[in-house]
């Protein structure tokens, strides 16, 4: 019931918040990281980021599950080196649902909700891209009656993006990047919470 959480504040515990926290998480990651598989390689890639960052911040509480977070990682990197650019494969909602639930599970055991938000940033921006976009388009809707109106071109944001003219390829890449320094960060402020 425990949420270790950076120096000033320490340990918090949560009582019984902490299984609606953890069932939070379940459902949030599971549909983040669907919603993510729209691109090829973009879930594979921020996934196998997202559970190394994970991976770093629950080695001081759970160096087991530190190793269960580097192999689902290593899974990830190899379905993409197989799976590369224009995909013969399709991960699907039975891969994307796992792997959610693989990092979900990570924080639920070790109290590391803070990094598994910040290492899935990615899937984060994603699910709360449709959120927006269906929310403000439904209250749109009933403002101008039946005519609703749209922040994004096309929900999730990498669709928004694609229709702006961005390559996949580029896309993918700065995700990448992106997962890449939240990773260390996620990883950074995981050493330091344990």
């Given at each position: 019931?425990?949420?270790?959480?950076?120096?000033?504040?320490?340990?918090?515990?949560?009582?019984?918040l902490y299984q609606?926290?953890?069932?939070?998480?379940?459902v949030s990651m599971g549909n983040g990281v669907n919603l993510t598989d729209g691109l090829d390689g973009l879930a594979g890639g921020s996934?196998?980021?997202?559970f190394m960052?994970?991976?770093?911040?629950?080695?001081?509480?759970?160096?087991?599950?530190?190793?269960?977070?580097?192999?689902?990682?290593?899974s990830c990197i190899g379905f993409l080196v197989h799976n590369r650019y224009r995909a013969s494969i399709f991960m699907g909602d039975t891969g994307s649902l796992a792997l959610g639930g693989g990092l979900a599970a990570m924080a639920a055991c070790t109290g590391m909700f803070f990094p598994l938000f910040i290492s899935s940033g990615v899937?984060?921006?994603e699910a709360l891209s449709?959120?927006?976009?269906?929310s403000y388009l439904k209250s749109t809707r009933w403002l101008y009656r039946g005519a609703g109106r749209r922040i994004?071109?096309?929900?999730?944001?990498?669709?928004?993006?694609?229709?702006c003219g961005f390559k996949e390829p580029l896309i993918v890449a700065s995700t990448y990047l992106i997962s890449s320094i939240l990773c260390i960060f996620a990883g950074y402020i995981g050493l330091i919470s344990a």
């Open positions: 019931m425990l949420v270790p959480l950076p120096s000033p504040l320490g340990l918090i515990c949560l009582g019984k609606v926290l953890t069932s939070f998480c379940f996934a196998a980021l997202a960052g994970m991976s770093i911040a629950v080695l001081p509480i759970s160096p087991d599950l530190a190793i269960f977070g580097a192999s689902m990682a290593g899937f984060v921006i449709v959120i927006v976009q269906v994004f071109r096309m929900a999730p944001f990498h669709h928004h993006l694609e229709l």
